[in-house]
């Protein structure tokens, strides 16, 4: 694989776990959660969402490190 598949590679992730986050965030809409079960999704969502920035970051590094070796 070179890089840009790599990069699209790491974007599909990022949507699988954005996909993630959107149904965890439908979950919370539910009133028969109790506070603790509330802060666990809550907690599940804010480490989703730095995977999802960690993931979208890598494939802009890889996308931007292919881009320099076709040029090269």
């Known amino acids: 694989m070179n890089y840009c598949e790599w990069a699209a590679a790491y974007r599909e992730d990022a ?4 996909s993630v986050i959107e149904k965890k965030k439908a979950l919370l809409n539910d009133k028969k959660l109790n506070a603790d079960a509330r802060k ?3 907690d599940t969502i804010i480490e989703y969402r730095r995977i999802y920035r ?16 076709h040029a090269a």
Not at 15 to 18: A, K, N, P, S
Not at 55 to 68: F, I, V
Request: with cysteine; net charge positive; glycine share 14%.
């Open 15 to 18: 949507c699988r776990v954005l």
């Open 40 to 42: 666990s999704i809550g």
């Open 54 to 69: 960690e993931l979208l970051k890598t494939a802009e590094h890889l996308r931007t490190r292919g881009g320099n070796a």
